[in-house]
């Protein structure tokens, strides 16, 4: 089984708070992702990062914020949170740069609702 | 358009059942097709990998690419109830910018 953890769980939280989703990983990947997963839609890439001190956005635009100070954890954050950002937000890492035969492992997602 | 289109469902098919899942995709670009299974409240996790055209068989998993009809898809022999989970197709290009495109997934429920 894939060791990438995300917690919390599950997150329920008023409108206008500051909130960090965390996502760790102990396999050494140097690639690590987040996606956002909403009912009846394809995942999208938000963030990537190929490495400490490395961070990209993804296709889908995204008002949260992502840091990579250490290997192993890649923290999102909403520095004030919306309804609209109410979703399942997904973290995974890979040994290799996505596309070709690489696998993605997937934490078990964080659910986010913003009341 | 989406790049790539799949049946949500959901799905429900007895045990035993053969199943039949696809994905049609635009981007005659992908070279690499994959299958994750994501069940409830979980992360989505690999199931099957295929690169371009043909077929692959794991166990009661075939994963078949039709490059030429932009086609790929998922067959499950004797389907059983741990089966049921949402089927994510996902794809990407070589080379592939760090870039899987995923289908919306279909839901399929595997009933006793």
């Known amino acids: 089984e894939a060791d990438i953890y995300q917690t919390p769980r599950y997150l329920v939280i008023g409108t206008g708070k500051k909130i960090t989703l965390e996502c760790s990983q102990t396999m050494g990947h140097d690639k690590m992702y987040w996606y956002q997963q909403d009912p009846g839609m394809e995942l999208h890439l938000i963030h990537y990062s190929y490495g400490v001190n490395s961070t990209e956005k993804g296709d889908l635009s995204s008002e949260s914020t992502v840091s990579r100070i250490r290997t192993e954890h890649f923290p999102l954050t909403l520095e004030s949170a919306r309804p609209s950002h109410t979703s399942q937000y997904l973290c995974a890492s890979s040994p290799l740069p996505l596309g070709g035969n690489t696998e993605a492992f997937f934490g078990q997602g964080t659910r986010l609702t913003v009341v | 358009q989406k790049e790539v289109e799949q049946d949500p469902g959901p799905l429900s098919v007895p045990e035993g059942a053969i199943v039949s899942l696809n994905c049609t995709y635009s981007?005659?670009?992908?070279?690499?097709f994959m299958w994750y299974r994501q069940y409830s409240r979980k992360g989505p996790e690999l199931l099957m990998y295929t690169y371009s055209s043909g077929n692959k068989e794991d166990g009661r998993f075939t994963a078949q690419v039709d490059k030429s009809s932009k086609y790929i898809s998922l067959f499950i022999r004797d389907s059983q109830p741990s089966d049921s989970a949402t089927y994510l197709c996902a794809m990407s290009a070589t080379g592939g910018g760090n870039k899987l495109t995923f289908g919306t997934g279909t839901q399929l429920k595997v009933e006793l």
């Open positions: 981007n005659s670009a992908f070279q690499y």
